[in-house]
């Protein structure tokens, strides 16, 4: 591959930050969906917190993908 700078030749690795906002319900639902699908494990997702709205929590879960 000629004259390729090094950040084409290979792909590197980024965070990618995912949130979930909803009841705490649905977030739970929702990581355990992911859990099921095996993008997540469950464990990865931050502890539930108050987004200040009455019956709202969120939970955050950040990846290293690969990007190029």
């Not at 290979?10 to 639902?29: C, D, M, N, Q, Y």
């Not at 200040?52 to 879960?61: A, D, F, P, Q, R």
């Amino acid at each position: 591959m000629p004259n390729q700078t090094n950040s084409q030749a290979s792909p590197e690795r980024e965070p990618i930050k995912h949130t979930l906002v909803g009841s705490p319900k649905a977030v739970k639902s929702t990581i355990r969906v992911l859990h099921q699908l095996k993008y997540a494990s469950i464990g990865d997702w931050s502890p539930l917190v108050p987004t200040g709205n009455t019956g709202e929590v969120m939970s955050i879960l950040i990846r290293s993908i690969l990007v190029q």
